[in-house]
């Protein structure tokens, strides 16, 4: 890239090629602007892919974006059934490794490519004069360790969460020895495919899960059917809350029904015995015998210890589950201008929309470039990394988001302002799967500059999902 091509000229950077990233640059190239899309993983959809095993809560009709599909049709492409629900794995089959391949987007996307740093051209986060005319420069690391500068108009950055879920500790930092453990291979990933890829981590083994979200309800369920299958599985459940009932939701009762089965069957676990459960323990420290095991399947004892009202309760396993939810990094952000939310490191005119201390349920009001702003110019969070703290961002969220950051980089800022969304209206997105919210309905959403917003009811859909809970928190239980 020569040193003085004018501003406009230059890509605009897209971190992370998840559903949300790679939607920001079909929407780019539909503009005729030129992405430049890095993703960490050895593929498009790499953290998608890590969660595969897992069956998404949202049909494929909310899962596709329009500019998405755009670029898919003329390829022979068959859209899904609309009101089926794919896995992660199928969302990445049908729909986003096609997507990736695609002739306009395969050349643009850098896979085992990290981004490491974002700031401007010659100017660090206190140089003011020029700033907004000054190229971003987007620092990369191959996986061969080379180091690279980019020069790019703006920046869109998709990376999601999955790569920085929440500690096990207590105040939101790591336990004693959780590091330790983390690295030595003990502490899984967040929602380990118990039943396949990493049977052989479980089968006969002792695992402690920890945490009260949909993650944890998920992993306890694949533990159970393991244990079926092998006897001498054992499993414990560690949760901050009193009782574990919030968990299991309303069973018959439940105005969804998968939520109420799922719930049912988890609550049939603990009761039968297969599940040992272990109320009000914060975790303290993680400590296993040195050296650590070679391999990931590797038997390795590691000792968990908790405290709770009752005094220290210490657990032996073999692996620990973490499903205490996600938040964003913004280590590799340093330079760069934030206006952040300062409970949930959000936008900080969307953070109040999310924060699950308060909005457990209901639509949050659409959205796009003008809230998603930052005092960066051209710089943008989007995706799942733009709910920060908050669990329960949809996809068709993002897609909005980033058709809208599009039209404003593009500078059509009418059609920025315009946001509109169809989106799901869900019990499920609430704090915890135990919640009672309202049964679900779809309702379209439309906002304009002034602010001014209406909705509609549609039929019910069953849709959205909070990914992991911090260590069993909920608004409902805090309130307790
Ligand atoms: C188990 C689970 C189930 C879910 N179910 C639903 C559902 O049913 N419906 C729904 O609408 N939403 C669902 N979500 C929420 C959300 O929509 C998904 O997480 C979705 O994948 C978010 O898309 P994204 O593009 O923002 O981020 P991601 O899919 O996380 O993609 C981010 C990408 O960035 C890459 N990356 C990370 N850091 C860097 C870096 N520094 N440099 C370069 N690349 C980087 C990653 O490798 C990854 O490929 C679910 C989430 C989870 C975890």
Redesign the pocket.
Known sequence: MIENTPLTELPVAV???????LAAAAHLIAREIEPLV????PAA????SA?GH?G???PWK??IDEAARDLLEPTGWVEPEADQLPT?AELVANYLAPLAATEPLRETIHTR???IAVSRVEKDRTRTPGRSDTPFLVRTRNENGAIDDRRVRAVID??????TPNPLGQAGLPAAGEPAAREAGLVSSP?PDVLGRDRAQFAGRHTLVIGAGH?AANTLLALGELRGAEPNTRISWAIRSADPAGVYGGGDQDGLPARGALGTRLRNLVEKGDIAVHTQVTITELAYADPAPASATATGEVAVTGSTPDGAVSLSVDRVVPATGFRP?LD?LREIRLDLDPIVEAPTGLGPLIDPEHHSCGTVAPHGARLLSHPEKDFYIA???SYGRAPT????T?YEQVRSIVAAIAGDQDAADKVELVLPETGVCSADIGSSCDAPSVVTVTADSSGCCEAAPAQPVS?G?P?GLEHGRSARQEAQ
Do not use: C, D, H, Q
């Open positions: 971190i992370g090629a998840g559903p949300v990233g890095f993703e960490a993983g959809a790499a953290a998608v969660w897992i998404l809560f949202s909310y899962n992660g490519t990290r981004v998709t990376s999601g969460t999955w790569e929602l993650s990094n590799f995706g799942m990394k961002f949809l996809m068709a993002g849709i999902i990914t």
